[in-house]
């Protein structure tokens, strides 16, 4: 079993503090939801989690099975099985989706894999998620749209295979079936690989789809609640206000 451990977590960016001493664990197979309203550190966190240089960590720890990964580059956090699916990705022209989608099979299963049995595996995922494979023809995130992006950091999560993932609103700009394969795509990884990951999202309707274990509510870059999926009920229910007052 896998164990993310965050210590008194603090986070600046420009010299302004935006996470202010943050705490939390959790385990392999474990859904975690982060939830708070606007601007309150949510996609600072998990930027700083993965070692965005503009996030700048000034105090406490990030752990992963105990070993200290607090200041290892973004692409060192990603070799011990960090992962992180942007809010809103940004446009690539130039390089074919399945370009980079084939380097991440490789990454994972070795540069010696053919390129047509890497290829048709990607594929097969695809079709898993309901991308359309004329996306893969087309530059990185070029033109997609909100939903199209989403299904694709999804596919890449599903390919690279972490022991944790950190899924920055992946209920956004997605419709009811979008939401549906993404919530299965997550469960399925869930129980053949035992993911753990962390949701950040505003509304409780991808929490019941793929069960929550935790939910935290972020308010000015600190936690100011947890609980089970309860809490999320309570949110969805009256607000943050009844939350943040308690």
Do not use: W
Not at 70 to 89: I, M, R, S, W
Not at 113 to 122: D, W
Not at 219 to 241: C, F, N, P, Q, T
Request: glycine residues 10%; neutral net charge; hydrophobic residues 40%.
């Amino acid at each position: 079993m896998s164990t993310l451990r965050i210590e008194d977590l603090h986070v600046e960016v420009e010299g302004r503090e935006v996470i202010k001493g943050i705490s939390f664990e959790m385990n392999s197979g474990e859904i975690h939801a982060l939830m708070g309203p606007n601007g309150s550190g949510k996609t600072s966190l998990s930027l700083a989690l993965m070692g965005h240089p503009k996030y700048k960590i000034t105090k406490g720890k990030i752990l992963l099975n105990d070993e200290d990964i607090t200041n290892l580059e973004t692409d060192e956090k990603v070799k011990h099985g960090l992962f992180l699916a942007f809010q809103n990705p940004v446009e690539i022209g130039g390089v074919k989706l399945s370009t980079l989608l084939i380097a991440e099979y490789n990454r994972v299963y070795g540069s010696n894999t053919p390129i047509m049995e890497a290829f048709s595996n990607v594929k097969g995922l695809t079709k898993e998620l309901g991308v359309s494979e004329s996306l893969l023809n087309r530059g990185i995130f070029e033109g997609f749209s909100g939903g199209e992006k989403k299904r694709i950091e999804i596919l890449q999560m599903a390919i690279l295979k972490p022991k944790f993932a950190i899924l920055d609103e992946p209920d956004s700009g997605v419709d009811v079936d979008g939401l549906k394969i993404i919530s299965d795509m997550i469960k399925k990884l869930r129980g053949d690989l035992n993911t753990g990951f962390l949701v950040i999202t505003h509304y409780r309707r991808i929490l019941d789809y793929i069960n929550a274990d935790k939910v935290h509510v972020l308010y000015r870059g600190k936690i100011v609640a947890s609980g089970s999926m309860e809490l999320a009920k309570l949110i969805d229910e009256k607000g943050y206000d009844a939350v943040i007052k308690n």
